[in-house]
T-cell receptor
Framework: NAGVMQNPRHLVRRRGQEARLRCSPM?????VYWYRQLPEEGLKFMVY????????ESGMPKERFSAEFPKEGPSILRIQQVVRGDSAAYFC??????????????FGNGTRLTVT | DQQVKQNSPSLSVQEGRISILNCDYT??????FLWYKKYPAEGPTFLIS?????DKNEDGRFTVFLNKSAKHLSLHIVPSQPGDSAVYFC????????????FGKGMKLTVNP
């Protein structure tokens, strides 16, 4: 009964490169949320996806960031032309429904992105 | 604009005593509140939640209290155990929308043996 799986756990990129972060939700979960945690900060919402659809991307930077959750395969958070300020821990969470009262979010262990 | 605030960055208590973690919020649209626990290098783990129609929810050693008029909630852990040492995040959601969670900055709890 695997939980939310994120890979890689650690990712090092040079400025200007692309970063791809992958998230496989728990079995039976079709709702995926991405969060970013900067040092000494809480988790900040980035984007909410449901299979093949972006539901809420109000927390995503307007440029360089994109997310998808295809019909088959994991959800991908893509950061193009990374800058040092993108260094953070990126967490993915999933749930079977969008009803927080009955289905809390389950989080993966995160991907720690370091931009050099 | 921080909608969920955890004003104390850390708390240290003795094993067996009570730990009280506080959280304030500003958005009156929030109607569901959760506490998550996080160990280093791991993702947050759901601990306990409370709906705005209640003022208390208890689960074993953990109790969450909600004071809607003060826009304040607290997590009580009693008795505290060394394994409870972690960072605790308060989070809030508004039902009916995307129900994304808005998190506080977290508070580091240390329980000393």
């Amino acid at each position: 009964n695997a939980g939310v799986m994120q890979n890689p756990r650690h990712l090092v990129r040079r400025r200007g490169q692309e970063a791809r972060l992958r998230c496989s939700p728990m079995k039976g979960h079709s709702h995926v949320y991405w969060y970013r945690q900067l040092p000494e900060e809480g988790l900040k919402f980035m984007v909410y996806l449901q299979k093949e659809n972006i539901i809420d991307e109000s927390g995503m930077p307007k440029e360089r960031f994109s997310a998808e959750f295809p019909k088959e395969g994991p959800s991908i958070l893509r950061i193009q032309q990374v800058v040092r300020g993108d260094s953070a821990a990126y967490f993915c969470a999933s749930s079977p429904t969008a009803d927080r009262a009955n289905s809390p979010l389950h989080f993966g262990n995160g991907t720690r992105l370091t931009v050099t | 604009d921080q909608q969920v605030k955890q004003n104390s960055p850390s708390l240290s208590v003795q094993e067996g005593r009570i730990s009280i973690l506080n959280c304030d919020y500003t958005n009156s649209m929030f109607d569901y509140f959760l506490w998550y626990k996080k160990y280093p290098a791991e993702g947050p783990t759901f601990l306990i939640s409370i709906s705005s129609i209640k003022d208390k929810n208890e689960d074993g050693r953990f109790t969450v209290f909600l004071n809607k008029s003060a826009k304040h909630l607290s997590l009580h852990i009693v008795p505290s155990q060394p394994g409870d040492s972690a960072v605790y995040f308060c989070a809030a959601a508004s039902q009916g929308g995307s129900e994304k969670l808005v998190f506080g900055k977290g508070m580091k709890l240390t329980v000393n043996p």
